[in-house]
C-alpha cells in the first residue's frame, strides 16, 4: 500500500458514516479517514465484521464504533444514521460504500435477484442520504455556524458506462447510483451546500469484490497486459480519491463520479502491433490519395 502523499489532519474534527465500511475498499476508506483525523462510524450487515474493523481502527487510534445493519432496511438506516450522531455529536460524511453482487446471466437472474441489487445499491444508497440530509444540512443538528454543509460520497463502478457480461443487475444498479450522485449534487448542493460526489473503482486486488467476479482471470499475467497501465489497483487508490474528494481540496468538487480504473474501461485489445503501423501508416495514406474514391 502507498503511503499517503496528505497531511494527517485533513479530515481532523470530521465525523464519518461508512455503510459497508468494515470490509474490502470500505475499510480501507474507514482506515484512512481515520488516519486522517475523522471520527468513523462503520454499519454492516455481519456484526462479527462490523466488530473486527471497528477492534481494528481502534487498536490504531482512531475513534470508532459500529452499528449492524441493513441498507435495505429504512429503521436501520435511521437507527445507524442517530445513533452515530448521538456518539460523536453530528455527521459530516456519509460513505455509501455497501453493495451486493455475484456474475450471472440475464436469463438465469430471477426478477427478484436484479431487485436485490437494486435494494442493496441503488435504493440502498437513496435511503441513507435521505435519512443522513437532516444532519449533514448546512445549520443541521452539531454543526457550527462556520460549518459547511457535509459531504456524501457514493461508490460506484464503470459497468455501465459500455455494457458489462454477467452484471445487468450491478450495472443498472449503479447507473442509478450515478443519476442519484448528479440528481443530489444539484438540488442538495443548491438547497442545503452538500456536496455530492462519487469513485468509480476498477478491478482493486485484496477486495470482495475481486474474489467473487473472476480472481484467476483478473490477476492472470495475459488480462494485465491487456490494462493500459499493467496493473489492478490497490485499496489505497481508492482511499486516496476519497480522501481528496473528503477534504477541502475537492470544495469545489460537486456532483463528479470520479473514475480511479488506471484507464480500464477506455481500454480496447490492441488489433495491430505498434511496430505493423509505423510500417504502414505513411503507404496507406499514399495509396488513398493517389486513388481517391470515383464516388466522391
Ligand atoms: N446467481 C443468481 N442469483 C442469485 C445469486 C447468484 N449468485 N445470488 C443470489 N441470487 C438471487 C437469489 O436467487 C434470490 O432470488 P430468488 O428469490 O428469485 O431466488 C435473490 O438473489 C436474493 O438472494 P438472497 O440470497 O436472499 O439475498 P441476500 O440478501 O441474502 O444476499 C446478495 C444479497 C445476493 C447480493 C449477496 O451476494 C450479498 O449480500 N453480497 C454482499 C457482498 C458483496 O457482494 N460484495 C461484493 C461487492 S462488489
Not at 470500505?26 to 462490523?50: D, K
Not at 490492441?270 to 464516388?295: C, F, G, N, Q, W
Request: net charge positive; proline share 4%; glycine share 12%.
Amino acid at each position: 500500500m502507498g503511503e499517503s502523499p496528505f497531511k494527517a489532519s485533513i479530515l481532523k474534527g470530521k465525523v464519518a458514516l461508512l455503510t459497508g465500511g468494515g470490509s474490502g475498499i470500505g475499510f480501507e476508506i474507514s482506515t484512512q479517514f481515520g488516519l486522517h483525523g475523522a471520527s468513523v462510524a462503520i454499519m454492516g450487515r455481519r456484526n462479527s465484521v462490523v466488530d473486527s474493523a471497528v477492534q481494528s481502527l481502534r487498536s490504531q487510534g482512531i475513534p470508532a464504533v459500529g452499528f449492524g445493519g441493513d441498507v435495505r432496511n429504512q429503521e436501520d438506516a435511521k437507527r445507524v444514521v442517530e445513533s452515530t450522531v448521538k456518539h460523536f455529536g453530528k455527521l459530516d460524511i456519509l460513505v455509501n460504500a455497501a453493495a451486493g453482487n455475484f456474475l450471472v446471466s440475464p436469463e438465469d437472474l430471477s426478477p427478484n435477484g436484479f431487485r436485490t441489487v437494486m435494494d442493496i445499491d441503488s435504493v440502498g444508497t437513496f435511503t441513507m442520504c435521505h435519512t443522513a440530509l437532516n444532519y449533514l444540512k448546512k445549520g443541521g443538528p452539531g454543526r457550527t455556524d462556520d460549518d459547511t454543509g457535509g459531504l456524501i460520497l457514493n461508490i460506484s463502478a464503470t459497468l455501465h458506462y459500455t455494457a458489462s457480461w454477467y452484471q445487468i443487475h450491478v450495472s443498472a444498479a449503479k447507473a442509478a447510483v450515478d443519476a442519484i450522485t448528479r440528481n443530489l449534487a444539484l438540488e442538495w448542493g443548491t438547497d442545503y451546500d452538500i456536496r455530492v460526489n462519487g469513485i468509480a473503482p476498477g478491478p482493486i486486488s485484496d477486495t470482495p469484490g475481486m474474489r467473487k467476479l473472476g480472481p484467476d482471470e483478473i490477476e492472470s499475467k495475459r488480462t494485465k497486459e491487456l490494462m493500459p497501465l499493467f496493473k489492478l489497483g490497490e485499496k489505497s487508490d481508492i482511499a486516496f480519491a476519497a480522501l481528496y474528494l473528503a477534504s477541502n481540496a475537492g470544495n469545489y468538487v460537486n456532483g463528479t463520479t470520479l473514475i480511479v480504473d488506471g484507464g480500464l474501461w477506455l481500454s480496447r485489445p490492441r488489433h495491430m502491433a505498434k511496430d505493423e503501423v509505423k510500417m504502414i501508416s505513411r503507404l496507406v495514406e499514399k495509396r488513398t490519395r493517389a486513388a481517391p474514391s470515383s464516388k466522391l
